[in-house]
């Protein structure tokens, strides 16, 4: 089954913990995101990779750490130092990174601090 | 700045009427615009890109410059359609794409 897989569908982080979000695809595209939403908020940018060994920050990347060691695999950690993590955030991936590419969405993962 | 503007949280319309979702953005240059959708319990997908003129699921929208906007629209809405919709704008070589807060569009039987 190809596409975009984002794992655990649920996490529960206490607080002053580090947590991380994987995301995995199997698309072959060199371009990953990840998003955070929020009710009332929409889709917010926190970081993006536009190639393997490369990312870049995105609106709201405090908190937040990611790495991109391999082509097909993002992960997003949740760092303490971020004030809200309770959200809903979204892996993403496109071919390449470009304007007319359709970026290809996660499930998400929910997680809640507790 | 580039930004997108989805006036409305919730549209709710009855089935066989004609349904728009607004979307106005802020860009300087051509912009690149696109219009996602999640049902429920589904995950968020591509409904259709300016770039391509096509109608997908009855859905069109046109983009229109100098009113710096980009509605959608179907003429009949029906159950299946209620879903919530982002309109996403690629910001160029110095930006990324951006999303709308999103409008929630209600079809009632």
């Known amino acids: 089954d190809g596409g975009i897989t984002q794992s655990p569908k649920y996490l529960f982080r206490k607080e002053g913990q580090n947590v991380t979000l994987s995301c995995e695809q199997n698309l072959n595209h060199d371009a990953m995101y990840w998003y955070r939403q929020d009710p009332g908020q929409g889709l917010r940018l926190i970081y993006y990779?536009?190639?393997?060994?490369?990312?870049q920050k995105g609106d709201i990347a405090e908190g937040y750490s990611v790495s991109r060691e391999k082509k097909e695999s993002f992960p997003l950690t949740v760092t303490s130092a971020q004030k809200n993590p309770t959200a809903f955030y979204l892996c993403?991936?496109?071919?390449?990174?470009?304007?007319?590419?359709?970026?290809?969405f996660g499930q998400g993962t929910r997680l809640t601090v507790v | 700045a580039q930004r997108v503007t989805q006036p409305e949280k919730l549209l709710s319309v009855f089935k066989g009427a004609p349904v728009e979702l607004k979307c106005n953005y802020s860009y300087s240059g051509s912009p690149e615009l696109f219009w996602y959708v999640q049902y429920s319990r589904q995950r968020l997908q591509l409904l259709l890109r300016?770039?391509s003129r096509e109608s997908i699921k009855g859905f069109t929208a046109d983009l229109n410059k100098g009113e710096t906007s980009f509605h959608l629209k179907k003429p009949f809405a029906q159950e299946e359609d209620s879903a919530m919709y982002y309109c996403a704008l690629w910001g160029g070589s110095q930006g990324n794409l951006i999303f709308g807060k999103g409008t929630k569009l209600s079809v009632k039987p």
């Open positions: 993403a991936s496109s071919i390449n990174w470009g304007g007319s590419t359709e970026a290809f």
């Open positions: 300016h770039i």
């Open positions: 990779s536009q190639i393997v060994n490369d990312f």
